[in-house]
């Protein structure tokens, strides 16, 4: 067993040339080796890293697991898509990755090191239900205070209204409410941002305008960005790779 716990780099090169050679060769032991080498790369570059290390969860015992072994990594400044069907753990992926559910076995760890446990995480999660993320008997301006200073410019670049600070959140539609999910994510400066099919049910303007304020800030503070979609063409536009959940 390497250093990374997966390969250590000979082994990984020397897996890929295997593997290259073999008539049909295998999905998941092709996606084991380039997350060894990615693991090298980042490690060698000295990066920040958020990364998912041989991590098992179930949500009970009797359950099957829904990760098994399950290797995943993302490096500061780069964006990383997760395709997978319905039900294959995407959402459970992110909230482990962002510190809401620790693994039945294996680690998740930022810079090869544990989540923290005090102070705001350096991990968001963005959820594709912004009505369950926010506390329904605040005021909108007390959901976002709670994350920091609020930041004016930001909200306007998210077209988030001032009238709207004053309101709660069953008084604003899906993609209004989605917005403050997103400038409360983002006002507390993360390195790695997690969004969880953030934008299945917006219409298509919003769609645009969320991710083009999620690109700007992600390069402008070089932070890492999960996009967890069902849309492979928006994966494709914005994300430098694609991770397919199904090889994993
Ligand atoms: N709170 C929960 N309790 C028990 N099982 C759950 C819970 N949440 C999700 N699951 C199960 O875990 C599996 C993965 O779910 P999920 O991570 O939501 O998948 P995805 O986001 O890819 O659709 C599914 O089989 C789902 O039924
Ligand atoms: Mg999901």
């Known amino acids: 067993m390497g250093k990374c716990g997966v390969f250590t780099r000979f082994e990984a090169e020397s ?10 060769w295998n999905a998941y032991l092709y996606e084991k080796i380039v ?3 990615w693991r090298y790369r980042v490690e060698e570059r000295c990066m920040m890293w958020l990364e998912a290390k041989r991590v098992r969860f179930r949500y009970h015992k009797k359950q099957e697991w829904v990760l098994r072994d399950f290797d995943f990594g993302v490096e500061q400044g780069e964006c990383v898509g997760l395709i997978a069907p319905s039900g294959y753990g995407k959402t459970t992926l992110a909230m482990l990755l962002a ?5 039945s076995e294996g ?5 090869g090191k544990p989540l ?3 102070g705001v995480c350096p991990v968001q999660l963005i959820c594709q239900h912004p009505e369950r993320a926010i506390n329904p008997r605040w005021r909108l301006r007390k959901v976002l205070a709670e994350s920091g200073q609020i930041q004016e410019d930001l909200l306007v670049s998210l077209g988030i209204e001032q009238e709207w600070m004053e309101r709660f959140a069953r008084e604003l539609s899906g993609g209004e409410l989605q917005r403050f999910c997103v400038a409360r994510a983002l006002m507390s400066n993360p390195s790695f941002l997690i969004c969880d099919e ?7 303007i919003t769609q645009a305008q969320i991710w083009n304020r999620i690109c700007d800030k992600a390069e ?11 849309n492979l063409a928006l994966a494709e536009q914005i994300c430098s790779r694609v991770f397919d959940m199904t090889c994993a």
């Open 15 to 24: 897996a890929e040339a295997f593997v290259a050679c073999m008539p049909g």
């Open 35 to 37: 997350f060894a080498q």
């Open 99 to 103: 510190g809401y559910l620790v693994p």
């Open 107 to 111: 680690e998740i760890l930022l810079d």
């Open 116 to 118: 923290p446990q005090k």
């Open 198 to 204: 953030i934008s299945t049910m917006l219409d298509v």
């Open 220 to 230: 402008a503070r070089n932070m890492g960005v999960v996009v967890i979609t069902h």
